[in-house]
């Protein structure tokens, strides 16, 4: 796609972004360019109603899920189904899913999520890696312990237990 083809909003989304992050214009109709581009703005805070504008238009889905799964851990959990919902219905499925786990994950962090056998047999790899390593909660981290996917998920809840 050339600059001449980039749709009008993506365009107007990227020159706000440039002008953002103080990037210089460089090519940004080629899908890396506005991949380094859309990464320099997630260090900005005031870039990010741009950048959810550049992943509202963004016709590259791989790119525009990219972008969300990385914004997903940096915005409060009221805004992640904004991000999600910017996707096109066709590459929606997994970011929808990880802001799921990420409220998952928030919950045991703080205390207020249940666990048991049947939850942690339908966490992710990701999730139950994340669980063990960042919750304190020990019956969650026994639940792990024992029923975790992988060796690695098993021996980390394991240690943390102590």
Known sequence: ??????????????ERLEALTG????????GHARWELYRAALAVDAARPALLAAV??????????????EVLERVPRAERGTWVGALAPAVRAFCARRADELGTLEDLRS???????GPVEGWSDWLQLRIAAEVSDPAVLRALAEAGRTKRIRRTAAEALG
């Open 56 to 69: 509202s238009a963004e016709p590259d889905g791989a790119l525009a899920a990219g972008v969300v799964g």
């Open 111 to 117: 205390g207020t999520g249940a666990t048991g056998p």
């Open 23 to 30: 990037r210089p214009r460089s090519g940004t109709a080629d």
């Open 1 to 14: 796609m050339t600059d001449a083809e980039m749709p009008p909003g993506l365009r107007d989304a990227v």
